[in-house]
């Protein structure tokens, strides 16, 4: 068995910044407009709110899972998703991993590995990592393809070199040095991913790195960027530039790849928050054409924007409104063809808010 066990960062001889120093820019520039669209938007928290499912979603998919985004929100309104609820569970636990490790962040705390340990442990403690060590460094050799390590595509350091590769680790994240916090991002990725500490989670708490590092640097002041999507969509070229780094030290390869990911996946994200913004005024202006029946519609139609699906019980009791009066505000919606009932159902009907559920969607599907 052939292991692998990656230099300490940064890299040796350091990478060339100057010859990427326009997609540096570029990167910085996306970030810029992403960081300032959020300000514009009339409820930045509820963006974020679904744009961080729909990063979990992504995220989890990478790893095999099967949910959909109307799964992920079925499971979270307590209905029945159609799924098997480890899968949505898995969802579940990213979310609450992410909401943790960002609310230590604004706390003071620094990215540290007693922090990462922490994250993993709820990313794991419920569902199917249950059994893989939740919030504890590997005390075995794990690999990646293959079904064992002499057939593997890689193998990570053995269980004796892990306490230097982290030590290690955790003094670049602290290092005081020039590097652009976007390349200091890049490179903890790949060291992550190279470490593979756990046993389990490895791809998602690294993807989770990148976005606590532009946040716990200021880059960015709320999480809005994830590569997931990026990654998802070029997997295969992902894991071979992963390897490429490990086999012939070719950051530079790297880096250019995770640059242009960073400015095209903060432009997406303008572009969503854009068509989001847009598509919430054009309702609303359609809402007050109902008349009479336009205050309970609105009141209504203000509540899925923060709860895409949702049933008339729920509803109801969230805006301290009747169940028929939200029952015929949520038909005035239906007939403007803003809500959508998905079930078919007699009972315990549930209604989409089928044109925003498309927007975030995107690239989500199974």
Not at 242 to 255: D, F, I, S, Y
């Amino acid at each position: 068995m052939r292991a692998y066990v990656p230099n300490p960062l940064p890299p040796s001889p350091p990478v060339d910044l100057a010859a990427f120093a326009s997609q540096i820019e570029q990167a910085n520039l996306a970030l810029g407009r992403l960081d300032g669209v959020t300000s514009v938007l009339p409820s930045p928290a509820l963006f974020i709110f679904m744009y961080v499912r729909k990063e979990a979603l992504l995220s989890s998919q990478i790893e095999g899972t099967q949910s959909s985004l109307s799964d992920l929100l079925l499971f979270e309104a307590d209905e029945i998703p159609l799924v098997p609820l480890d899968d949505v569970q898995e969802v579940s636990n990213y979310i609450a991993a992410m909401e943790h490790g960002l609310k230590r962040l604004r706390d003071g705390f620094p990215i540290s590995l007693r922090l990462i340990r922490d994250i993993h442990r709820i990313l794991l403690e419920k569902g199917r990592g249950a059994s893989s060590q939740p919030g504890q460094f590997r005390k075995s050799q794990n690999w990646i393809g293959g079904t064992r390590p002499s057939r593997a595509a890689f193998v990570p350091p053995p269980p004796l070199h892990l306490d230097q590769c982290l030590h290690d680790f955790e003094l670049f994240l602290h290092a005081d040095d020039a590097l652009p916090t976007i390349v200091k991002a890049a490179y903890a990725h790949v060291q992550f991913e190279t470490i593979h500490p756990f046993l389990d989670g490895n791809g998602r708490l690294g993807r989770l790195l990148i976005t606590f590092l532009l946040c716990a640097e200021n880059v960015l002041r709320e999480p809005t960027l994830y590569l997931s999507l990026y990654f998802k969509t070029h997997r295969q070229h992902y894991y071979d530039l992963l390897q490429r780094v490990r086999t012939h030290g070719e950051w530079e390869q790297w880096l250019a790849y995770f640059l242009d990911g960073v400015a095209e996946t903060a432009n997406q994200a303008v572009q969503t928050a854009h068509e989001i913004l847009e598509l919430f005024e054009a309702d609303t202006e359609r809402v007050q054409t109902l008349g009479r029946a336009a205050s309970s519609a609105a009141v209504l139609h203000q509540y899925l924007q923060k709860h895409a699906l949702t049933t008339s019980g729920k509803a109801a009791s969230a805006l301290a409104l009747s169940e028929p009066t939200v029952n015929s505000a949520l038909r005035h919606l239906e007939k403007l063809g803003i809500v959508k009932e998905i079930t078919g159902k007699r009972r315990r009907r549930v209604y989409a808010y089928d044109a925003y559920l498309a927007i975030l969607r995107r690239g989500t599907e199974r």
